[in-house]
């Protein structure tokens, strides 16, 4: 086969369910998801796929379920796993498969996640559970049925994640020994320079390769005086996996440094706050702009970028 395969519906059908639904059932038994945009790169990356708009993933999944409902009418909706990240739910299309799977025949509106954003919610959490309960060998017996070919995938926990194909030697891997001199200059500067990343961590106290209680490490940690801040630093070196990474481990530390806080015991939300305000702040500093994907996902669960210059002379 030469040349790219432009996004046509036929090609979509042809050449990207396979490669989609194997990612899929990585997701579901790792109990995780992907993003259209993800998904959208790798096609382009490992499939031979022109360019395709991320919108139009929303057919391409949707239409691999409407393949999967031919084989089996009670398969789990393992379109639920790719979703925006903008929001981390799908698309408006989903609303099809929840009228078929779970009779919610209003959730087939063209504006259903908007007009019922609870019912909406609710329908995907429920079809995530579905997902997540079906064993491996039910998937590989769909697949079978779906492409009369072998699923193929091995042990879930030796799964390669697409996140994990970072650039960076940041050293997590290996301890500091495996970190590369751009990440250890631009982690210096950062611990160094508080007030330059931005004035309400001004005068606080700062420290570098601060362990947690959970053995996690995080690059830098300031010391405000109503809030703890800790940051992971991201150089130039680093690629969108890399950011990618950088946000969850941002998650992860926020979580971890909440609850070892005296003052981090969780509001009726399960929210940890002080007065209203979180009294640890999350923040990922780069020194090369974000991804628009990459973007939304800090939004989405709230961690502060900061871009640095890499001349900071």
């Known amino acids: 086969m030469s040349g790219k395969l432009s996004a046509t519906n036929e090609n979509l059908w042809t050449y990207a369910h396979k490669p989609l639904m194997r990612w899929l059932v990585q997701e579901a038994l790792l109990q995780s998801k992907t993003y259209y945009v993800q998904a959208k790169e790798r096609l382009e990356r490992d499939e031979n796929f022109a360019t395709i708009f991320p919108t139009r993933m929303g057919w391409a999944v949707g239409s691999l ?39 919610l025949t209003r959730l087939k509106a063209e504006n259903a996640p908007k007009l019922y954003p609870n019912e909406w919610r609710r329908a995907f959490e429920r079809a995530v559970e579905d997902v997540y309960a079906y064993k491996l060998g039910d998937w590989a017996d769909l697949f079978q049925r779906a492409f009369d070919e072998p699923l193929g995938l091995g042990d879930p926990l030796e ?40 004035p309400s961590y001004s005068g606080a106290r700062a420290a570098t390769e601060v362990d947690l209680a959970s053995a996690d490490r995080v690059d830098v940690v300031f010391y405000c005086r109503n809030k703890t801040v800790v940051v992971e630093v991201k150089s ?37 706050r002080e007065f209203g305000k979180p009294v640890v702040e999350a923040v990922l500093v780069t020194e090369e702009p974000p991804s628009p994907y990459i973007a939304d996902l800090l939004r989405l669960y709230r961690i502060k970028h900061i871009l640095v210059p890499m001349d900071r002379s």
């Open 65 to 103: 379920m409407d393949r999967l409902a031919e084989e089996d009418r009670a398969a789990p909706l393992i379109n639920v796993l790719m979703v925006s990240s903008k929001n981390g739910l799908p698309s408006r299309g989903a609303g099809e498969h929840y009228a078929r799977r779970y009779g």
């Open 159 to 198: 799964i390669e994640r697409e996140s994990t194909r970072g650039t960076e030697k940041d050293g997590i891997q290996y301890g500091r020994h495996g970190e590369g001199p751009n990440h250890k200059a631009l982690r210096l500067w950062v611990e160094a320079n508080p007030g330059e990343l931005h």
């Open 236 to 272: 130039h070196d680093s690629n969108e996996a890399d950011h990618l990474r950088g946000v969850y481990q941002c998650i992860k530390y926020r979580a971890v440094q909440t609850a070892m806080d005296a003052r981090g015991v969780p509001d009726e939300r399960g929210v940890p």
